[in-house]
């Protein structure tokens, strides 16, 4: 008998160690998310601070948890370049926008000054991350505001087109009156090269002004653009990518990207452009020519004398938080 509550009064005491140890780790869990949130390409030609999509890869990790203030780590690529001070970080900003302090962790994917909305990637993955932290039941897109506000910090304006499709993911339409989504599957090949242009400097070459010709032009190019969504259609897509106004200005800030262009058609691709700022050329392409696209255009920076990286990807998801 005094075997059986000796061996019981341990095997009590284990059990009440494991209860606490568990209560302890689930409310540590409750006071931490990660999200995931992807790199996007916007404008997409003819949608200059308009259209946007959201990429399959790659993308930015961000972890929040519980804090009295808020304070940053970035790690990942290009994380030198990125401030940790939250009044110069875009994840900062979002924290006070949503009255959320944390202690928030970047591990990034998304290269900084790539085209590839860097600065989105982390500012939607916070906010989208914060308010699920925080129980502060905006919805997606409530959240796009918010992010914008962040990525403000480092690119001097508040653009919706990058952080639209990184929260709410596919292909977004982003205007003064929201965001329109469709859900789009599209092959892409985004192709970065180890060249930087900052936003605020592709802004500085956009035209004043453009002539009526140039309007209809682009009218067509982008209502073709969307009816190529909505028909996951790379032909369409890639028709509608063409712009003769704001890139061929930008085309000069990145050495090489008339070879690139025309190795990316002659291999397949349906349509070639600038990803949002750049340095980043994005082309549509079918699922056949997506790897034949890619070696060709990291070929032909080669020839220029540029390295580069290709990510062979396609339209994807917007932020989502991980079930740990
Ligand atoms: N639409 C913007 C641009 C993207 O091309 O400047 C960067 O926010």
């Given at each position: 008998m005094s075997e059986v509550s000796n061996s019981r009064f341990p095997a009590t005491g284990l059990l009440r160690y494991h209860s606490a140890t568990f209560l302890l780790a689930l409310m540590e869990w409750r006071h931490m998310v990660t999200v995931r949130a992807p790199a996007t390409s916007a404008n997409l030609g003819s949608g200059f601070d308009v259209f946007g999509v959201a990429l399959?890869?790659?993308?930015?990790?961000?972890?929040?948890?519980?804090?009295?203030?808020?304070?940053?780590?970035?790690?990942?690529?290009?994380a030198q370049y990125i401030p940790e001070d939250p009044e110069k970080n875009t994840v900062g900003a979002v924290?006070?926008?949503?009255?959320?302090?944390?202690?928030?962790?970047?591990?990034?994917?998304?290269?900084?000054?790539?085209?590839?909305?860097?600065?989105?990637?982390?500012?939607?993955?916070?906010?989208?991350?914060?308010?699920?932290?925080?129980?502060?039941?905006?919805?997606?897109?409530?959240?796009?505001?918010?992010?914008?506000?962040?990525e403000a910090v480092v690119s001097g304006d508040a653009h919706d087109d990058n952080v639209a499709p990184a929260i709410m993911g596919g292909f977004t339409i982003a205007t003064d009156d929201g965001v329109t989504k469709i859900d789009a599957e599209v092959p892409l090949v985004a192709c970065l090269p180890d060249i930087v242009v900052s936003t605020r400097?592709?802004?500085?070459v956009v035209p004043d002004g453009?002539?009526?010709?140039?309007?209809?032009?682009?009218?067509?190019?982008?209502?073709?653009?969307?009816?190529?969504?909505?028909?996951?259609?790379?032909?369409?897509?890639?028709?509608?990518?063409?712009?003769?106004?704001?890139?061929?200005?930008?085309?000069?800030?990145?050495?090489?990207?008339d070879t690139v262009?025309?190795?990316?058609?002659?291999?397949?691709?349906?349509?070639?452009?600038?990803?949002?700022?750049?340095?980043t050329v994005i082309a549509a392409?079918?699922?056949?020519?997506?790897?034949?696209?890619?070696?060709?255009?990291?070929?032909?920076?080669?020839?220029?004398?540029?390295?580069?990286?290709?990510?062979?990807?396609?339209?994807?998801?917007?932020?989502t938080v991980f079930e740990d």
């Open positions: 399959s890869r790659p993308a930015d990790i961000v972890r929040v948890s519980k804090a009295d203030r808020t304070t940053i780590d970035v790690t990942g690529a290009g924290a006070k926008e949503l009255d959320a302090p944390a202690h928030i962790e970047i591990d990034k994917g998304v290269r900084p000054a790539s085209g590839l909305g860097s600065s989105a990637a982390s500012a939607a993955a916070a906010a989208v991350a914060l308010n699920d932290l925080y129980d502060r039941g905006y919805t997606r897109s409530e959240l796009v505001p918010v992010a914008a506000e962040g400097d592709a802004r500085r453009t002539r009526v010709s140039q309007l209809v032009e682009t009218v067509g190019n982008a209502a073709t653009l969307t009816a190529g969504m909505h028909r996951d259609d790379p032909e369409l897509v890639g028709q509608g990518m063409y712009d003769s106004v704001v890139t061929p200005a930008r085309a000069k800030l990145i050495d090489g990207y262009r025309e190795a990316a058609f002659d291999a397949g691709a349906t349509g070639v452009t600038i990803s949002g700022a750049g340095p392409c079918t699922d056949h020519d997506r790897r034949a696209v890619g070696i060709a255009m990291l070929d032909a920076f080669d020839d220029r004398g540029v390295d580069a990286q290709v990510y062979q990807t396609r339209i994807g998801r917007g932020a």
